[in-house]
């Protein structure tokens, strides 16, 4: 079960609607029934838990308060504005919260235009611990009134990466679906957070131009197709980073000071994704130092490396004879694989929204995985299952990358893939050099291959002498069509 941390704000409202301003502290309205006594609050951040001293004020006026947890003696400052919003009136929103500029603005933007609370949600997918510090100091600042924290990544790679590891889905060749999975399990949480906080709405950063705002979006209407689903970028007049300064300037909301990165990227515990700047022109190399989970595979190591996945019913369980749980087994696979340069690939691919798009990606841990679960399958599922399975993959590859996770028609396809893999149980041991990963050697008790009928030497159940009259009814339709052009 995912873990799930929040902060929230305890003072008292005056006598007034609407949302508040926030300067230095966090203040939101929430209707609750007042104690006389606030005590400490433990906030648990990433699993470790947390005393606060907490200082809170209270003036009760028909029971309407602020809950607010403060982290230190300032005091909070709120100013009184009108309860609707300039677009329209809202309760609560959860919004897709990462911490930056973009996400940040559109706090106080959604405050501003819809009189509503935002609760900030931000998953924990493996993006790394960097992405998540700070984030309670920067929602607070940005007006937010509570944020949520839940660790997805075990959820991520069992319930989602796994299906699609055990369905062989590859979109278009090469994209073994890094964010295309990640985007369901997030808006999965969301849409449960709403319910938790009694959120009448949710709200992504999403950009008009991409394929992220569909995998959202859609996931929210099939789980939930009650909730109001708010998208700044498609009705507001900020228009690129500057406009973003200046409008959080305007109110009161810090800029965030990391340096701006050239590219823009996505990461989890899957993959990290690269877009933007030198690689918008498919002529272009990758810069050498752009990589960021794998070494170039020319500074790998000279001495390939040996390891052996353990495997059943199509899903990865052992690495070298240990079991770890799903999401260390994939974190323990991208730090041996990115050591060797292994799962890099530079890709054109189609967007769902009709435009091209050029996209890098680090795939080390995944790519392992995939390579190990195929060899397998070569022992285990015959001819005809594998060419079915093969062309079901790739209409499975395609749903998920267009957001329909939630879809009937990939939950089908998911059974029909649990079945047909049932027996794909078994060991495949890789080698690991600079850049490339080979098999070396494949076992299952379930598997189809026999030596002693594959051997070139002659054998009881195979007779040689069999084959002429296989090969006369086989070319039957292409002898036919032959005799009737040379009229025979």
């Not at 299906?163 to 060749?173: D, I, N, S």
């Not at 950009?207 to 099939?222: C, H, M, S, W």
């Not at 369980?317 to 079991?323: D, F, Q, Y």
């Not at 494949?442 to 009928?453: F, G, H, T």
Request: aromatic fraction near 8%; include cysteine.
């Amino acid at each position: 079960m995912a873990q799930s941390h929040a902060f929230s704000a305890a003072t008292v409202a005056p006598k007034s609607s609407g949302f508040l301003q926030v300067h230095e502290k966090l203040c939101c309205s929430r209707r609750l029934s007042l104690s006389n006594k606030f005590g400490a609050n433990v906030s648990e951040f990433c699993g470790n838990a947390v005393l606060q001293n907490s200082r809170c004020a209270s003036e009760a006026r028909k029971n309407h308060a602020i809950k607010a947890v403060l982290s230190s003696d300032k005091e909070v400052v709120q100013v009184e504005t009108n309860g609707r919003g300039l677009r329209g009136k809202l309760n609560k929103v959860v919004l897709a919260y990462s911490g930056g500029l973009d996400t940040s603005v559109i706090v106080p933007w959604l405050r501003e235009n819809y009189g509503c609370e935002v609760v900030c949600f931000t998953a924990d997918v493996g993006q790394g611990l960097q992405e998540l510090e700070g984030l309670e100091q920067k929602a607070k600042a940005s007006g937010a009134c509570q944020l949520v924290v839940k660790d997805l990544k075990e959820e991520f790679v069992k319930d989602y990466i796994y299906p699609c590891l055990r369905a062989g889905a590859v979109y278009e060749r090469k994209y073994l679906l890094g964010t295309s999975m990640a985007r369901p399990v997030i808006a999965k949480a969301m849409v449960d957070v709403a319910k938790e906080v009694g959120a009448d709405a949710v709200s992504h950063g999403c950009t008009g131009k991409g394929n992220d705002q569909v995998r959202f979006e859609l996931t929210f209407f099939a789980l939930n197709p009650a909730l109001n689903v708010v998208v700044p970028w498609r009705e507001w007049d900020i228009t690129g980073r500057e406009d973003a300064i200046e409008y959080a300037q305007k109110h009161n909301v810090p800029v965030p000071v990391t340096k701006k990165s050239i590219y823009s990227r996505d990461r989890n515990l899957w993959h990290l994704s690269h877009e933007g700047d030198i690689l918008e022109d498919p002529a272009n190399e990758p810069k050498k130092d752009m990589y960021m989970m794998s070494v170039d595979p020319e500074d790998a190591p000279n001495t390939p490396e040996y390891i052996e996945i353990g495997i059943v019913s199509g899903i990865p369980v052992s690495l070298n004879g240990k079991e770890p749980s799903p999401a260390n087994l994939l974190s323990e696979l991208n730090e041996i694989g990115g050591r060797h340069g292994i799962g890099r690939i530079d890709m054109v691919e189609n967007r769902l929204v009709g435009m091209k798009s050029r996209g890098v990606y680090e795939t080390p841990g995944g790519t392992i995985l995939f390579n190990a679960v195929r060899e397998l399958e070569a022992l285990t599922l015959d001819r005809e299952t594998m060419q079915v399975k093969d062309s079901l993959a790739l209409k499975y590859a395609e749903l998920v990358y267009a957001g329909r996770w939630f879809d009937p028609l990939r939950e089908s396809m998911d059974a029909f893939m649990e079945q047909i893999t049932r027996t794909t149980t078994g060991s495949v041991t890789l080698k690991l050099y600079k850049g490339s990963v080979t098999v070396t050697s494949r076992k299952s008790p379930y598997s189809l291959y026999r030596e002693d009928i594959s051997s070139f030497e002659t054998g009881q159940i195979y007779n040689q002498a069999d084959a002429g009259g296989f090969i006369r009814l086989y070319g039957l339709p292409m002898r036919v069509r032959a005799m009737l052009e040379k009229g025979m």
